[in-house]
């Protein structure tokens, strides 16, 4: 006596949850925030031989309130860093963040004092790209990983 017998054949029944983290997976949208020579992997991440809009993230909004997921592509230097947590903080929530390249993620070999040393010092990354620069289905396999956690995430609070 399941909702399934009293639909009839035909209808498909899922946890509200399970939707919309199918749906939010499915369309987030980055935000692109090329700094450095990472920027040029990125473009290529979005054009045509990747086809990245398989996983409906083929539209890069430069308006921080239509974009779910910041990609910092390159060195972050100190004066950037406030600029760019700027623009995090105008995202809506739920948001991510893709740290792409070793300079994004360590500093580099930019070990200077106007440099900052990863953007997860001013950011919550989500996920780490590693390489210099980075081939554009790395940003790809980063963007599998977030909408792997997009997926499990709750989306309504739970009764404990």
Same mark, same amino acid.
């Given at each position: 006596?399941?909702?399934?017998? &009293?639909?009839?054949?035909?209808?498909?029944?899922?946890?509200?949850?399970?939707?919309? !983290? #199918? %749906?939010? +997976? !499915? %369309? *987030? =949208?980055?935000?692109?925030?090329?700094?450095?020579?990472? %920027?040029?992997?990125?473009? *290529?991440?979005?054009?045509?031989?990747?086809?990245?809009?398989?996983?409906?993230?083929?539209?890069?909004?430069? +308006?921080?309130?239509?974009?779910? @997921?910041?990609? @910092?592509?390159? #060195?972050? !230097?100190?004066?950037? &860093?406030? *600029?760019?947590? $700027?623009? #995090?903080?105008?995202?809506?929530?739920?948001? =991510?963040?893709? *740290?792409?390249? &070793?300079? %994004?993620?360590?500093?580099?070999?930019? $070990?200077?004092?106007? @440099?900052?040393?990863?953007?997860? !010092?001013?950011?919550?990354?989500? &996920?780490?790209? +590693?390489?210099?620069?980075? $081939?554009?289905?790395?940003?790809?396999?980063?963007?599998?990983?977030?909408?792997?956690?997009? $997926?499990?995430?709750? +989306? @309504?609070?739970?009764?404990?």
């Amino acid at each position: 006596m399941g909702l399934e017998s &009293a639909l009839g054949e035909g209808y498909l029944t899922t946890k509200i949850d399970t939707l919309v !983290n #199918w %749906a939010r +997976s !499915n %369309a *987030a =949208w980055p935000m692109p925030m090329g700094l450095a020579c990472c %920027a040029i992997e990125m473009m *290529a991440f979005a054009g045509p031989r990747y086809d990245v809009s398989r996983f409906g993230s083929e539209v890069f909004r430069f +308006s921080p309130r239509q974009s779910d @997921v910041m990609i @910092v592509a390159g #060195w972050v !230097n100190y004066k950037m &860093a406030h *600029a760019i947590r $700027r623009i #995090w903080d105008q995202m809506p929530d739920p948001k =991510w963040c893709i *740290a792409m390249g &070793a300079c %994004a993620s360590t500093g580099g070999m930019h $070990r200077c004092y106007g @440099v900052v040393q990863g953007c997860d !010092n001013f950011l919550p990354v989500d &996920a780490y790209i +590693s390489g210099c620069p980075p $081939r554009p289905d790395a940003v790809i396999h980063a963007l599998m990983k977030i909408q792997d956690k997009i $997926r499990t995430e709750h +989306s @309504v609070m739970l009764d404990t």
